[in-house]
């Protein structure tokens, strides 16, 4: 074998490993990659244990009135969603989604900011945040 060659065989193997690990990290939704959220339709929390994504109090997540929040857990453990103002007490169990709305202004109003947590896992903090804004025209 040349000295070229070996080196072109080398080049193959380094852009292959370097492709290979573009896509590792699949450990959260959109793999460590910044995704806007879409801004109609439905708004999807994703449970796993024990902590609700993309709706913690810093995302600041504003849904318009006419959307839903859907929670689905995807991870192994029994959740809930307490939502007290709205006497929400609802389990969750793996596989399952459970959603408010749509509309959210079924049960919600529009200017308020909302929490909720799985009662199963307080200590954890498993809570969510969000505010409901006016609806789109
Ligand atoms: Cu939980």
Redesign the pocket.
């Known amino acids: 074998m040349s000295c070229r060659r070996l080196t072109r065989i080398k080049l193959f193997l380094a852009g292959t490993l370097l492709l290979g690990g573009c896509g590792s990290s699949d450990d959260e939704p959109g793999g460590g990659r910044t995704i806007l959220p879409p801004s109609t339709g439905p708004y999807v929390s994703v449970?796993v244990n024990?902590h609700f994504h993309d709706v913690h109090p810093e995302d600041d997540v504003q849904l318009t009135g006419d959307r839903s929040l859907v929670i689905r857990n995807e991870g192994s453990?029994l959740?809930?969603v307490t939502l007290a103002e709205a006497d929400i007490d609802v389990d969750i169990a793996t596989g399952e989604e459970f959603s408010i709305g749509p509309p959210l202004t079924d049960l919600l109003e529009v200017g308020k900011t909302y929490i909720f947590f799985?009662k199963?896992?307080p200590e954890d903090r498993?809570l969510g945040q969000f505010t409901v804004t006016e609806p789109a025209n």
């Open positions: 449970a024990n453990n959740h809930n799985c199963y896992h498993m």
